[in-house]
């Protein structure tokens, strides 16, 4: 199985005008190749795979793109690779083979982008403790180690908010099945706690957003009082990404603590399958739910259970776990989202609301099983 450690690098000036180059060849390569691709579109050759275009490119490239040169050789051949994935995913996900949110047609990218990237192969770049040594640039400083040892697949160089990281791909052994402390649990995941399982205990949602919202309010505001495009604004406009970058990185550290806590002590785990498109819709939920991303902590859970050996049972979204009374079967119809306790009319229990959602949750996902 791959996995995946993204590191933030620390370039030196010199390095971080090389990364620069290096994105911008890449912008120029995948632009130039999705051109000759609606060029040969148009004069009716269907199928202009991306082998031609390189093909095309290199035969070019010495007379009138020299300073591809500049950069290690990975970064061209990368461009192609992601203009021929870009492609195929769209004509996979228009024919319908592919499955999931719909894929639109590539599009050139803008040199006003803010997201630069560019791709390593494994065979060019080696890693060694904090080092990260590139083609034609030399070691660059890692903030943190390689958290996975195996071999190496490859590597994405990327910017965000001002920021460099490198994105390392390793393929790691599937680690041997775990002797697991307890049987099964069901998951609520959930805003007001990230998870509650059907024993009752709880994972603190860390909420970072909120905690710091006076910061957050302070640095839009001093980002909306300075002329746009000026150098003044250019400086507000990093911070605040970077204020953005580090809440993300802070509750993606929660998420991964919590999700490895339940993998690693339950042989059975009860999901919910969460709709998290239409949640959205709801506008007073939309904060609290984009501040805890759910969708990624359950995407979390389902994969470190399958590395520990156990197994995971998504039960269906229209499964009313926190209207059902868990102990009797009750169904309580009058309960609404704000209501965070409620007390059972068939037996009298009265019941937290997301840990009787766990309970239920264990409950049918066992229920499937047996059922299957
Ligand atoms: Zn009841």
Same mark, same amino acid.
């Given at each position: 199985?791959? *996995?995946?450690? =993204?590191?933030?690098?620390?370039?030196?000036?010199?390095?971080?005008?090389?990364f620069?180059?290096?994105?911008?060849?890449?912008?120029?390569?995948?632009?130039?190749?999705?051109?000759?691709?609606?060029?040969?579109?148009?004069? !009716?050759?269907?199928?202009?795979g991306?082998?031609?275009?390189?093909?095309?490119?290199?035969?070019?490239? %010495?007379?009138?793109f020299?300073?591809?040169?500049?950069?290690?050789?990975?970064?061209?051949?990368?461009?192609?690779?992601?203009? !021929?994935?870009?492609?195929?995913?769209?004509?996979? +996900?228009?024919?319908?083979? $592919?499955?999931?949110?719909?894929?639109?047609?590539?599009?050139?990218?803008?040199?006003?982008s803010?997201?630069?990237? &560019?791709?390593?192969?494994?065979?060019?770049? *080696?890693v060694?403790?904090?080092?990260?040594?590139?083609?034609?640039?030399?070691? @660059?400083?890692?903030?943190e180690?390689? $958290?996975?040892?195996? =071999?190496?697949?490859?590597?994405?160089?990327?910017?965000?908010a001002?920021?460099?990281?490198? +994105?390392? %791909? @390793?393929?790691?052994? =599937?680690?041997?099945?775990?002797?697991f402390?307890?049987?099964?649990?069901?998951?609520?995941? !959930?805003?007001?706690?990230?998870?509650?399982?059907?024993?009752?205990?709880?994972?603190?949602?860390?909420?970072?957003?909120?905690?710091?919202?006076?910061?957050?309010?302070?640095?839009?505001? +001093?980002?909306?009082?300075?002329?746009?495009?000026?150098?003044?604004?250019?400086?507000? =406009?990093? #911070?605040?990404?970077r204020f953005?970058?580090? @809440?993300?990185?802070?509750?993606?550290?929660?998420?991964?603590?919590?999700?490895?806590?339940?993998?690693?002590?339950?042989a &059975?785990?009860?999901?919910?399958?969460?709709?998290? #498109?239409?949640?959205? #819709?709801? *506008?007073?939920? +939309?904060?609290?739910?984009?501040?805890?991303?759910?969708?990624?902590?359950?995407?979390?859970?389902?994969?470190k259970?399958?590395?520990?050996?156990?197994?995971?049972?998504?039960? !269906?979204?229209?499964?009313?776990?926190?209207?059902?009374?868990?102990?009797?079967?009750? @169904?309580?119809?009058?309960l609404?989202?704000?209501?965070?306790?409620?007390?059972?009319?068939?037996?009298?229990?009265?019941?937290p $609301?997301?840990?009787?959602?766990?309970?239920?949750?264990? %409950?049918?996902?066992?229920?499937?099983?047996?059922? *299957?």
């Amino acid at each position: 199985m791959i *996995r995946s450690h =993204k590191i933030r690098l620390n370039p030196t000036p010199e390095q971080e005008i090389y990364f620069r180059k290096a994105a911008g060849t890449k912008r120029f390569v995948y632009n130039w190749g999705l051109d000759r691709w609606k060029w040969a579109k148009s004069q !009716g050759v269907a199928i202009y795979g991306m082998m031609a275009a390189k093909k095309e490119f290199n035969a070019l490239k %010495q007379e009138q793109f020299p300073w591809v040169y500049d950069v290690a050789k990975d970064v061209m051949e990368g461009a192609f690779q992601d203009l !021929g994935t870009a492609l195929k995913n769209y004509f996979d +996900s228009k024919s319908g083979k $592919r499955k999931g949110a719909k894929v639109g047609f590539p599009k050139f990218k803008s040199k006003r982008s803010s997201h630069q990237s &560019f791709r390593l192969n494994n065979d060019k770049f *080696r890693v060694d403790g904090h080092t990260i040594r590139i083609p034609k640039l030399g070691e @660059v400083n890692m903030a943190e180690a390689l $958290r996975f040892s195996g =071999k190496i697949m490859g590597a994405v160089v990327s910017r965000s908010a001002d920021w460099w990281f490198v +994105s390392i %791909q @390793v393929e790691i052994d =599937k680690p041997e099945p775990i002797v697991f402390e307890k049987e099964s649990t069901g998951v609520d995941v !959930g805003i007001k706690a990230l998870a509650t399982l059907s024993d009752g205990s709880e994972f603190e949602n860390q909420k970072p957003l909120r905690s710091q919202i006076n910061r957050l309010r302070k640095l839009s505001r +001093s980002l909306s009082r300075r002329q746009q495009g000026s150098n003044r604004w250019w400086k507000a =406009k990093r #911070k605040l990404e970077r204020f953005h970058l580090t @809440v993300a990185n802070r509750r993606l550290d929660a998420q991964h603590k919590a999700s490895h806590a339940i993998a690693a002590t339950y042989a &059975f785990i009860g999901l919910e399958e969460l709709h998290i #498109k239409g949640m959205l #819709k709801n *506008r007073r939920l +939309s904060l609290a739910i984009s501040d805890v991303g759910l969708g990624e902590f359950a995407r979390q859970v389902c994969y470190k259970s399958d590395a520990f050996g156990g197994v995971t049972v998504k039960i !269906g979204r229209f499964f009313a776990s926190s209207k059902l009374c868990s102990d009797c079967g009750y @169904v309580n119809k009058e309960l609404t989202l704000s209501d965070r306790k409620w007390t059972c009319q068939g037996c009298g229990v009265l019941h937290p $609301r997301d840990w009787n959602a766990a309970k239920n949750i264990e %409950q049918e996902a066992l229920r499937l099983v047996v059922a *299957r």
